[in-house]
């Protein structure tokens, strides 16, 4: 597949992938390879991807334990002090092997690690190659808060190898296809109508819009780094989406919901909103609701959940002045930015989910 340039680094695909990494670690004079993994991908990935490095250099690899409860400062704080004790410079090299919570947290620790090392991503999840792995966010979480400590500062390149695919199971699956339907909403309506029957597609032929749904992501950051105007697009679906994951991470009786089943929902709910600010038709609405329900499974919300789901929304990153701000879609293909939405009709959104 072709290759995709985005701001300042290449994202190349599959086997000519580690062509092009090789050939970087020969022109590059780095003084050691340190490869941060998870638990799952040290098992799982890492004896896939070790045997196509082709160098001399030492290679060290830093394991932590999987997992979003895990994206946090104390484990950036671990993985410095393993660093540090075994040399790691400023001509050292981090290569982020994993999911969207290795690649995140990855990249903050490379780029604050003695004011910033060069690092790459090799992302083995959809759900981290076709969003967290692309436009240059990194950080961790503040307790049960989503990103909220991080920069943006981009990889030196990225390495989508759709073969890593073949170890997820089918929730990790539909997790990363919540942000390709995103994609489709936001960007391309001929892109969306590709999954309105997702047993017409042919999967031989995934790599095609797993590269279409990098390429919508890329095309937006382009237009936009630092997220100052039309990148906010990207955030359609996380703004309920992201409170949603946040209150099910940390309550005890609730079962924790990977990423994208939250952004799913949170999709459903600002369609919903969009229906009711004249932004879509209720054709459009029903077509949204119908599709991503056939999909992911339908989750229970009780009265008393809620008020901590809106006191979440208080804290998301995509506020300005003490407002909530919303990135909602104007049409199948559209979107708007900057929409304030009182909390009766986000109220009203969760009753119309529920039917």
């Known amino acids: 597949m072709q290759t995709i340039i985005a701001n300042n680094y290449p994202i190349y695909f599959n086997e000519t992938a580690y062509e092009h990494l090789n050939l970087f670690l020969k022109e590059n004079k780095y003084s050691t390879i340190f490869i941060i993994v998870d638990s799952n991908t040290n098992d799982s990935c890492l004896p896939k991807f070790l045997p196509y490095l082709e160098t ?21 704080i671990e993985i410095w002090n393993v660093l540090t004790e075994l040399g790691a410079d400023r001509k050292s090299l981090i290569i982020n092997v994993g999911g969207g919570v290795v690649t995140d947290l990855g990249g903050f620790v490379a780029s604050t690690f003695k004011r910033g090392v060069d690092f790459i991503h090799v992302p083995t999840t959809l759900l981290s190659m076709v969003d967290a792995s692309v436009g240059g966010k990194n950080g961790v979480d503040l307790g049960n808060l989503k990103n909220q400590i991080g920069v943006i500062n981009v990889p030196q390149m990225v390495l989508i190898d759709t073969a890593y695919l073949e170890t997820l199971s089918q929730s990790e699956m539909r997790s990363g296809l919540a942000e390709m339907l995103k994609h489709g909403l936001i960007y391309d309506k001929e892109y969306w109508e590709k999954f309105l029957d997702l047993t017409s597609i042919d999967f031989a032929d995934f790599d095609t819009l797993i590269h ?21 697009a990207l955030n359609f679906g996380h703004t309920l989406g992201h409170a949603i994951e946040s209150y099910f991470l940390e309550s005890k009786d609730k079962t924790t919901l990977l990423h994208g089943e939250a952004i799913a929902i949170g999709m459903i709910l600002e369609s919903y909103i ?7 038709s209720t054709a459009e609405y029903q077509q949204i609701k ?8 339908k989750i229970v919300f009780e009265e008393n959940d809620l008020d901590p789901i809106l006191e979440l929304l208080i804290h998301d990153k995509k506020n300005e002045y003490g407002t909530i701000q919303f990135a909602l879609i104007e049409g199948i293909g559209a979107i708007k930015i900057n929409q304030l939405v009182e909390n009766e009709l986000i109220l009203e959104a969760f009753q119309d989910y529920k039917s």
Do not use: H, W
């Open 274 to 280: 969009s229906l009711k600010k004249g932004l879509i």
């Open 212 to 232: 279409r749904s990098v390429a919508i992501k890329n095309e937006i950051v382009m237009q936009d780094p630092t997220e100052k105007g039309i990148r906010k």
């Open 290 to 297: 119908q599709t991503i329900n056939s999909i992911y499974d």
């Open 56 to 76: 001399d250099l030492t290679i060290e690899i830093i394991e932590f334990e999987a997992g979003e409860i895990n994206k946090n400062i104390e484990t950036c």
